[in-house]
């Protein structure tokens, strides 16, 4: 199936910081997902990215996806201690099936 | 109502008990998943239901049974399972069986296999 990685697999911040995580591609995806799931909970849609180059934000978290269509960036600026989560891209899983293949996820953890 | 439930919230079992465990939505989707996470792992996918039939085993074994009784329910019967198999069972749903469909989950139940 598509195979998206991401990076940082784990990343600590003090609160305030900047934090951005990365989701790529080796194929040209046709959309990407971005779902957060707090620790303990189940995972939470952000946001869908469909267009090259696109951005979207939400508040503090900046979105985009690369010109290419390969990869895409997760940004929040000034976090803070409710960022805390893991946050998992989602591409097309490319094996003929109409449904999502996660990324790996990156755990934020923010430090007051 | 955007809200997909799932019962047990936690569940012990040992390797010779049959239990099941449901999935609930009322957002008239016609797409409902089974996944698997174990911790610190992505979810993984089990299986999906596409207007009540089975469209994608994701080379599951056979102790995992789902069945979708009608459009709004999922169960996953459970038999003999493995203590590899303790995990967060997740349901989840969307409009259609589709990539660019977001999927809602459900809060998981936490399953440990003794």
């Known amino acids: 199936g598509q195979q998206v990685m991401q990076i940082p697999q784990y990343q600590h911040v003090q609160e305030g910081e900047d934090f951005t995580t990365y989701c790529n591609s080796s194929t040209t995806l046709s959309n990407i997902q971005w779902y957060k799931q707090r620790p303990g909970g189940h995972p939470v849609f952000l946001i869908q990215l469909v267009k090259s180059g696109e951005v979207k934000k939400q508040k503090r978290l900046t979105f985009q996806f690369g010109e290419a269509k390969k990869n895409s960036s997760l940004h929040i600026t000034a976090t803070q201690t409710t960022d805390v989560g893991t946050y998992f891209c989602?591409?097309?899983?490319?094996?003929?099936?109409?449904?999502?293949?996660f990324g790996k996820g990156t755990m934020l953890l923010v430090s007051p | 109502d955007t809200e997909v439930t799932q019962t047990p919230k936690h569940l012990v079992m040992g390797m010779t008990n049959k239990k099941s465990l449901k999935c609930e939505q009322h957002?008239?989707?016609?797409?409902m998943y089974w996944y698997k996470q174990k911790a610190k792992k992505p979810p993984e996918l089990m299986f999906v239901y596409s207007y009540e039939k089975l469209s994608i085993n994701e080379s599951v074994p056979s102790r995992f049974s789902p069945e979708c009784p009608n459009s709004s329910l999922l169960n996953l019967h459970l038999h003999a399972l493995q203590p590899e198999d303790s995990a967060l069972y997740l349901c989840a749903s969307s409009h259609i069986a589709a990539s660019t469909d977001t999927q809602y989950f459900g809060p998981g139940t936490r399953l440990t296999v003794l």
């Open positions: 989602a591409g097309p899983n490319n094996s003929g099936y109409s449904t999502l293949t």
């Open positions: 957002m008239g989707h016609r797409a």
